[in-house]
């Protein structure tokens, strides 16, 4: 069965309202990233660590540095969505009512029923084979 025009408005409208949430969320994430990147760089810096601790460090400094990077990849791509989202609330609100238009029109068409206007039940009983 082909899925309902309802469903793709929702989920459009699902996903512009997350990227808000999305978006601040990867950015306090990278910047707990960053913020890690230079706990490790002090260490390496003003701590005396032989060689196997330095290089410790430095695997964690670069799953740091690749976490980071994965966080500010999502901010750099839900930037400009967010920015849309702001400066078009008007029409979300839009996009709202349509799909509770679209909505109303799907219930109407899953309980669609007919009254025959001429037809009696007699007749209808025998066409159907009863």
Do not use: C
Not at 14 to 29: D, P, V
Not at 36 to 55: F, S, V
Not at 80 to 103: C, M, T
């Amino acid at each position: 069965m082909q899925e309902k025009i309802s469903k793709h408005v929702e989920d459009f409208l699902n996903f512009l309202r997350n990227a808000q949430s999305e978006y601040t969320w990867s950015m306090e994430k990278e910047k707990e990233q960053d913020e890690l990147t230079q706990d490790y760089l002090h260490l390496l810096e003003l701590e005396n660590l032989n060689y196997h601790e330095r290089a410790k460090i430095a695997g964690y400094l670069s799953e740091a540095r690749q976490e980071r990077r994965q966080y500010k990849d999502s901010v750099e791509e839900l930037k400009s969505v967010v920015e849309f989202v702001q400066g078009n609330k008007k029409f979300l609100n839009e996009l709202e009512q349509v799909l509770g238009e679209v909505r109303k029109q799907e219930k109407y068409h899953m309980n669609r029923s007919y009254r025959p206007r001429v037809l009696d039940e007699e007749t209808i009983e025998r066409v159907k084979g009863k």
